[in-house]
């Protein structure tokens, strides 16, 4: 039976940072270096496995739907009280 090696996501993070570094550690390119990351990791476990090509199963974290969890908002203002109609002057 094949059996597709699955890549790591500390795989992909050992060669996002790589990226990073080889772009003269420019920030703002996270997303950019982790998805060049896996798709290069990708391909290379391919190339020097064609014939696992054919199996069905992820080859990724993200293929197997693990998504990385949602960033937090910037600001942690605290929202303004809401006016309370019953409390008028007249």
């Known amino acids: 039976m094949n059996e597709r090696k699955l ?3 500390e795989q992909i993070e ?3 940072y790589e990226l ?6 420019e920030g703002g390119h996270d997303l950019e270096n982790w998805l060049d990351a ?3 990791l ?4 391919e190339k020097s496995s064609p014939e696992q090509s054919t199996s069905a199963a992820p080859k ?5 739907g693990y998504e990385p969890a949602p ?6 203002a605290k929202q ?3 006016s309370n109609p019953t409390n008028t002057r007249r």
């Open 7 to 9: 890549i790591t996501p």
């Open 14 to 16: 050992k060669r996002a």
């Open 20 to 25: 990073y570094v080889e772009r003269g550690g």
């Open 38 to 40: 896996e798709r290069q």
């Open 42 to 45: 990708t391909e290379s476990t």
């Open 60 to 64: 990724t974290w993200a293929a197997a």
């Open 71 to 76: 960033a937090k908002p910037a600001t942690d």
């Open 80 to 82: 303004a009280p809401a």
